[in-house]
């Protein structure tokens, strides 16, 4: 399918119950029906060892890197790895990183706590400064006024900028092209979490050309937990991973050799790869997922969700709630603010009682909605919210 389809509901795919409206995927995705029939058969294998065959440990892997290479337009698929976590994608940045005291690290206000630790963490121990950049005052225009005030924010002391593509609480879309321009004049890395982004959101490798992209597999990835990919750029070509493995040294596949200790690690990012990354359950299951998303097209599946909630959108501003406009947020994530004259409290029950389930967070309900989703789904958010 390619990014120019019209892409109809999914809903068939998964197995989600009749009476549940799930608007949550940025919580966690359910799993397609045929992502848990690959994950029951890699079980079925692990019963039985000898149906493991060493082949296994590196082919299914390589078909990995190269979905999630097409799914985010990367050239070499030898940039992509297998990481078990956001944490550990970013924790293998920051080793590669040597700052200054005074320098200075960018992120957004309220970041996920995964991508904000390990920075904090680097700058006590170098003396470099976490510039934290909130979110600006009023809900007037809030979107374009947070990007302004982040491209304002990078200067010649910034040697980092690390945000996500869309705010994980509330959908905000930040623009990295402009922030990736405004580093580079400065000569600061960025690093994209992508976990609430890539799979439903377009994400082009070749025209941001972020120094590293970080994705958890669990969420819009569509995937198991415990996994997910990430992309390293020129930047980290000769770095330190943070575990010496043998799968990711040169001649790993000879598994008779492997008493031939071996210096040299394999080319491109792929020694940063986490030991024990052939999982044979979970990379199958991954695998299956990227494949779907793939030929879905996550152009389609971000146009889905923009038709999807455009209406029950406008239903609800129309009652008084305040959503982003949709040119400086996510169609698949975004936070509705509530007016005055309800509470949070309030709504959590509304929803609680019509078996609505969406997460609040900070001073937001935060929608994520996804191919599986289709018009009763929103009728019910709607209705809740009357």
């Known amino acids: 399918m390619n990014n120019t389809s019209l892409l109809s509901c999914q809903k068939e795919d998964f197995s989600l119950p009749e009476d549940l409206t799930y608007l949550n995927c940025a ?24 149906l493991v065959r060493p082949s296994d440990f590196f082919e299914e892997s390589d078909q990995l890197r190269r979905a999630f290479a097409q799914l985010v337009h990367a050239e070499d698929p030898q940039r992509v790895v297998i990481i078990p976590s956001v944490s550990y994608g970013i924790a293998t940045v920051a080793r590669n990183i040597t700052l200054q005291q005074g ?27 976490v510039e934290v950049v909130e979110a600006p005052e009023g809900e007037e225009g809030r979107g374009k006024r947070w990007n302004e005030a982040l491209l304002e924010a990078i200067g010649p002391r910034t ?50 050309q972020p120094d590293a992209l970080i994705c958890g597999g669990y969420k819009w990835l569509l995937g198991p937990y415990s996994l997910g990919m990430a992309y390293y750029g020129a930047a980290f070509d000769d770095g330190i991973p943070l575990e010496e493995n043998w799968i990711n040294r040169q001649g790993s596949e000879d598994f008779a050799g492997l008493v031939r200790y071996e210096d040299r690690y394999l080319p491109g990012s792929l020694r940063y790869e986490v030991g024990e990354h052939s999982n044979f359950i979970l990379v199958p299951m991954l695998l299956e997922a990227l494949r779907k998303l793939n030929l879905w097209g996550v152009g389609n599946i971000q146009n889905y969700c923009k038709a999807l909630t455009t209406e ?20 698949h994530l975004f936070g509705i603010r509530l007016p005055r004259s309800r509470s949070m409290e309030d709504i959590r029950k509304k929803l609680m009682d019509g078996n609505v389930h969406a997460s609040i967070r900070g001073k937001a309900l935060r929608i994520s909605v996804n191919v599986y989703n289709d018009t009763s789904d929103m009728a019910a958010l709607v209705d809740a919210l009357r």
């Open 103 to 129: 320098e200075e690290i960018i992120v957004t206000g309220e970041q996920f706590p995964s991508n904000y630790y390990t920075w904090e963490k680097l700058a006590q121990d170098s003396g470099a400064l």
């Open 159 to 208: 040697k980092v900028v690390a945000l996500g593509h869309v705010h994980w609480a509330d959908g905000t879309l930040f623009w990295l092209t402009e922030l990736r321009r405004r580093s580079r004049e400065v000569g600061a890395l960025l690093i994209i979490d992508g976990t609430q982004s890539v799979g439903a959101l377009p994400f082009d490798i070749a025209e941001i």
């Open 312 to 331: 029950p959108i406008a239903e609800l501003r129309r009652r008084g709630y305040f959503i982003e406009e949709g040119a400086y947020r996510g169609h």
């Open 27 to 50: 919580y966690m995705s359910p799993l397609a029906k045929s992502v848990a029939d690959v994950g029951k058969r890699g079980i079925d294998n692990k019963v039985n060892p000898t």
